[in-house]
């Protein structure tokens, strides 16, 4: 049997000709067998591809031939192309969809003027160093922190990454400008933005994870400073780093504990809640708390 591979990677780096690129980037992934999803703009490339393993070194050599992807950082997991629809391949204004395009500045060093890098050791460091002032700010989508996060972080209240401009303007986090801040996501793209946007905005000390939550988590499981699971863009939904992983969320309907979201049963709707397994066995009656429900 073939082995299959999925990777991931993304690029800050100027683009000059984004719609060449996808042309490129689409024949060499139509070439090879992958299906997956690329986004490319004028500032950088974010990719997602599976496939035979053969296929998948292959695109990653010749996509490293383009000068600006030449240090692209990739992570393996396991899959296939079949665990993608098709393969998508799009020009955008932004590869992280802050709404904010204007706003990032990126060179052949990546961003300009974002976060300090922090790998997971250097985080312990800082936080050993600094103690309670640090303060972690997370970088998703609110309701993944429902399950897991850094103890004590700070969880915006955004739905959608481009919530985070009007979140960071509306003045609520202006007593954290003179604090140690470490913004955090799931594999630290959203980060490269994020903390970008909080250094331009006046907050003074800003670092970002490296590698975000999933290197940490390889790093230290649950013998640092997470605490729980971590919600994944896949059908596997979360995952936890060891055993010994804490269960943080909670059933909406009767309070167990649970990592699992189901998808509210009204199809016109897409949000997810947390429900025990006893709870979500008839997917039908699901209708979320955050509207469907009354
Ligand atoms: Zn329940
Ligand atoms: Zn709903």
Redo the contacts with the bound molecule.
């Keep these: 049997m073939a082995l299959n591979r999925i990777v991931l990677f993304y690029a800050f780096t100027p683009v000059v000709d984004p719609a060449a690129v996808r042309l490129w980037q689409r024949a060499l992934c139509e070439k090879l067998g992958l299906r997956g999803r690329i986004l490319i703009s004028p500032d950088g490339i974010n990719a997602t591809v599976g496939g035979d393993i053969k296929a998948v070194k292959a695109y990653l050599k010749t996509t490293r031939e383009y000068s600006g992807f030449k240090d692209i950082d990739v992570k393996w997991s396991d899959g296939s192309a079949e665990d993608f629809p098709r393969l998508s391949v799009k020009v955008r204004d932004e590869i992280v969809s802050f709404g904010a395009p204007g706003e990032l500045t990126v060179d052949q060093g990546g961003v300009v003027g974002g976060g300090t890098h922090l790998l997971p050791e250097e985080l312990h460091d800082l936080v050993e160093a600094k103690g309670d002032d640090v303060v972690f700010f997370d970088g998703r989508n609110a309701f993944e922190a429902q399950i897991g996060k850094f103890k004590n972080a700070v969880v915006p209240d955004v739905s959608t990454t481009h919530d985070f401009i009007k979140e960071l303007d509306s003045g609520k986090y202006d007593a954290l400008k003179d604090k140690p801040v470490v913004t955090y996501c799931t594999g630290g793209i959203r980060c490269e933005v994020l903390s970008s946007l909080m250094v331009s905005r006046g907050f003074n000390e800003v670092y970002q994870l490296e590698g975000g939550i999933v290197r940490y988590g390889e790093t230290f499981k649950d013998e640092g400073l997470w605490e729980g699971s971590l919600y994944v863009f896949d059908k596997r939904m979360h995952l936890e780093f060891s055993e010994k992983s804490a269960t943080i969320g909670a059933c909406v309907r009767c309070a167990a504990p649970t990592s699992k979201f189901e998808n ?1 049963s ?1 199809p016109g ?1 897409r ?1 997810l809640a947390l429900y025990c397994a006893a709870c979500a066995e008839d997917p039908a009656t699901l ?2 708390p ?3 429900a009354d």
């Design positions: 509210c009204n709707c949000n209708l979320c955050q509207g469907c």
